[in-house]
C-alpha cells in the first residue's frame, strides 16, 4: 500500500507524517535539527481511546516507537536528555496539528480497508482454485481407482 505523505514544516525541520489506518501514523524526519546537533527521527503514533496521539500503542506499553539516530559524519550516541526533548517536540508538533488531518485519516483507513478486503478476497480465490484441483483429482480417482496407487 502506497500512502501519500503529509509535509510539516517547523522550526526543527521539515517533518513528513503519513498516515497508514484512521489510528495510526508514522513520522518521519530526516533532518531533525535541535541545538545544533542535526538527527533522523522516525516515530509511530497512536491514537488512544482518549483520542490523544502517543508514541507507545496503549497505556500499558512500555516500549516507545521512536527511533533517532545522529546524522553522518556525527554517529555518536544520542544522549538521553536530547532524546528525551525530541521525543517531548514530536508528540507536541504532532499533537498540535493532527486535529487538521481529519481527511487523510479517514482516506487512510478506507484505503487500509479496502487493501484487508482485497486481501481477503484474494485468499478465497486462492482456496477456490485449490478446493477445484481437489475436486478434480477425487473426480479422477472415482473414475479410474488404480490413480491412486
Given amino acids: 500500500m502506497q500512502y501519500d505523505p503529509i509535509t510539516m514544516e517547523s ?8 498516515f497508514t489506518e484512521a489510528d495510526h501514523a508514522s513520522v518521519l524526519a530526516n533532518s531533525f535539527v535541535l541545538r545544533g546537533v542535526d538527527y533522523y527521527v522516525h516515530a509511530h503514533f497512536f491514537r488512544w481511546d482518549d483520542n490523544s496521539w502517543n508514541l507507545r500503542k496503549d497505556k500499558k506499553s512500555l516500549e516507545y516507537m521512536l527511533h533517532i539516530s545522529r546524522k553522518f559524519p556525527d554517529t555518536r550516541e544520542v544522549s538521553k536528555p536530547a532524546r528525551e526533548k525530541i521525543a517531548e517536540v514530536i508528540v507536541s ?4 496539528r493532527v486535529s487538521s488531518w481529519l481527511g487523510q485519516r479517514k482516506e487512510a483507513e478506507l484505503s487500509h480497508v479496502a487493501y484487508e478486503v482485497n486481501t481477503r478476497k484474494a485468499k478465497i480465490s486462492e482456496k477456490c482454485r485449490e478446493i477445484e484441483t481437489l475436486e478434480n483429482e477425487i473426480a479422477t480417482i472415482e473414475q479410474n481407482p488404480k490413480t491412486v496407487y
Fill in 11 to 18: 522550526e526543527y525541520g521539515q517533518i513528513a507524517v503519513t
Fill in 93 to 96: 508538533l504532532f499533537n498540535g
